[in-house]
């Protein structure tokens, strides 16, 4: 797959997720958010929990998939990163945290299950 359809895909995969997310409720706080360390995809409020959402697209389920594809080291760049984002916007740094991946897999998202993963790992 070409870079650009690869990045339309994803694109389309973190919108829907966000859609799904905020049908359950969540509150957008924010997306695509850059540091130094990484990004995070979405970070959203559920009632009084941040959540930091990592958005994982796959076309095949191919060495594990979406969901396979958050190792060691892309949770560790996720942790600093959620840190970054408590300390730079400390309105959020009392809340409890946690981090959710939603995994999808395939063409065309619309109309498709995708997997939540709620509190993916620990920090």
Same mark, same amino acid.
């Given at each position: 797959?070409? *870079?650009?359809?690869?990045?339309? #895909?994803? *694109?389309?995969?973190?919108?829907? #997720?966000?859609e799904h997310l905020q049908g359950h409720g969540l509150q957008l706080l924010a997306q695509n958010w850059r540091c130094k360390g990484g990004e995070l995809d979405l970070v959203m409020l559920d009632s009084d929990t941040v959540v930091f959402v990592e958005v994982r697209y796959r076309l095949h389920a191919d060495f594990g998939g979406a969901l396979g594809s958050i190792d060691g080291r892309k949770q560790d760049k996720l942790v600093l990163a959620a840190e970054s984002f408590l300390h730079k916007e400390t309105r959020w740094a009392n809340y409890p945290c946690r981090f959710d991946v939603i995994a999808v897999q395939g063409r065309g998202h619309q109309g498709q299950a995708l997997q939540w993963l709620k509190n993916a790992f620990e920090c």
């Open positions: 797959m070409p *870079q650009g359809s690869r990045q339309q #895909a994803g *694109q389309a995969a973190e919108r829907h #997720a966000l």
